[in-house]
């Protein structure tokens, strides 16, 4: 017996089929896959709400604040679990039904700034893939992206404090070094004759970005399968990479106010953004070929196994 058009049930029966087409969907791969995306898409949200945050001083700032290193990590990780074989990971109905609330709740019930939301997420899905023995890896990569920023928690402000003073001292001798006399004092750099210095904070230190740079490459190194032996060589040149650029870009601040405008909140930062995805990208990339089997010379010949 068909229900009457305007009747109650006729009128929810859209809703129903709507939540049995997202139990469905959300059931590939055990309902991971699509928590996968939908924790991508929280931190794709975070990251864009901080770059809108920022002064707009033409069309491109949006793009000056964004974080292209975050960006990167979970295009890799979407990329890799789209092609992984979830066959081994069963999902029970509760197991869905729970994610894909945390899956809405954390998209549309969180304010798009709020990360503690992507960091259960990661942690649900890192729990899981840990348990199968061919998705390790990729559950250790999602657990890297969603806990990366626990170093700027207080339990690490003297750290950051430390590592911001030793960038401040070697600011002041690159500087020197380059025939530019400057004053050092209490991590404050000026250039002698100069009005303007600089207090480097650790909120322009390195450690606000290497724990950034050495996830991203530890991602990129996992997803790649990259061998864990020379995953420790190619960290440190990432780390060294990371705290080269970042040296270079507090050099450049101290030139003058404009420069040091347009190297903390202008294009500059989209620059070195970009700078630091590149390192961790090109290193992961090198530890990870490193561990490839060499290509043939000729093309009948086969490659050592």
Same mark, same amino acid.
């Given at each position: 017996?068909?229900?009457?058009?305007?009747?109650?049930?006729?009128?929810?029966?859209?809703?129903r089929?709507?939540?049995?087409?997202a139990?469905?969907?959300?059931?590939?791969?055990g309902?991971y896959?699509?928590?996968?995306?939908? /924790?991508a898409?929280?931190?794709?949200?975070?990251?864009?709400a901080?770059?809108?945050?920022?002064?707009?001083?033409?069309?491109?700032?949006?793009?000056d604040?964004?974080?292209?290193?975050?960006l990167?990590?979970?295009v890799?990780?979407?990329a *890799? /679990?789209?092609?992984?074989?979830?066959?081994a990971?069963?999902a029970?109905?509760?197991?869905?039904?729970?994610?894909? @609330?945390?899956a809405a709740y954390?998209?549309?019930?969180?304010?798009?700034r709020s990360?503690?939301m992507? $960091?259960?997420?990661?942690?649900?899905i890192? *729990?899981?893939?840990?348990?199968?023995?061919?998705?390790?890896?990729?559950?250790?990569?999602?657990?890297i992206?969603?806990?990366?920023? !626990?170093?700027?928690?207080?339990?690490?402000?003297?750290?950051?404090?430390?590592?911001?003073?030793?960038?401040?001292? *070697?600011?002041?001798?690159? =500087?020197?070094?380059?025939?530019?006399?400057?004053?050092?004092?209490?991590?404050? !750099?000026?250039?002698?004759?100069? &009005?303007? /210095?600089?207090k480097i904070?650790?909120?322009?230190?390195t450690?606000?970005? !290497?724990? /950034?740079?050495?996830? @991203?490459? =530890?991602?990129?190194?996992?997803?790649?399968? @990259?061998p864990?032996?020379a995953?420790?060589?190619?960290? &440190?040149?990432?780390?060294?990479?990371?705290?080269?650029v970042?040296?270079?870009?507090?050099a =450049? $601040?101290?030139?003058?106010?404009?420069?040091?405008?347009y190297?903390?909140?202008g294009g500059?930062?989209?620059?070195?953004?970009?700078? $630091?995805? $590149?390192?961790?990208y090109? *290193?992961?990339?090198?530890?990870?070929r490193a561990?490839?089997?060499?290509?043939?010379?000729w093309?009948?010949?086969?490659?050592?196994?």
């Amino acid at each position: 017996m068909t229900a009457p058009p305007n009747s109650e049930a006729a009128i929810s029966r859209p809703w129903r089929a709507g939540a049995r087409f997202a139990m469905r969907a959300f059931a590939v791969g055990g309902g991971y896959l699509a928590l996968i995306v939908a /924790a991508a898409a929280m931190d794709f949200r975070r990251a864009f709400a901080f770059a809108l945050d920022r002064p707009a001083d033409n069309w491109t700032s949006p793009f000056d604040g964004l974080d292209y290193l975050l960006l990167a990590e979970w295009v890799c990780i979407v990329a *890799t /679990a789209r092609k992984a074989d979830w066959g081994a990971v069963d999902a029970n109905r509760l197991e869905r039904a729970l994610g894909l @609330a945390l899956a809405a709740y954390g998209l549309f019930g969180v304010g798009g700034r709020s990360h503690w939301m992507t $960091m259960a997420a990661c942690g649900l899905i890192a *729990t899981k893939l840990a348990l199968r023995p061919k998705a390790r890896r990729l559950g250790a990569a999602i657990a890297i992206v969603g806990g990366q920023y !626990v170093f700027g928690w207080p339990l690490f402000a003297s750290w950051r404090a430390a590592v911001a003073q030793f960038d401040a001292r *070697t600011v002041h001798q690159l =500087l020197a070094i380059a025939g530019q006399a400057n004053d050092y004092s209490d991590s404050s !750099v000026r250039l002698q004759g100069s &009005a303007f /210095a600089i207090k480097i904070l650790a909120g322009c230190a390195t450690s606000s970005v !290497v724990s /950034a740079v050495a996830a @991203a490459f =530890l991602i990129f190194s996992l997803c790649w399968r @990259a061998p864990l032996a020379a995953v420790a060589r190619g960290l &440190a040149a990432a780390i060294g990479g990371c705290w080269i650029v970042n040296v270079l870009r507090l050099a =450049l $601040m101290a030139q003058s106010e404009d420069d040091y405008r347009y190297w903390h909140n202008g294009g500059g930062t989209a620059i070195v953004s970009l700078a $630091m995805a $590149m390192i961790a990208y090109l *290193t992961a990339a090198a530890v990870a070929r490193a561990g490839a089997p060499a290509p043939p010379i000729w093309p009948n010949e086969r490659s050592p196994s």
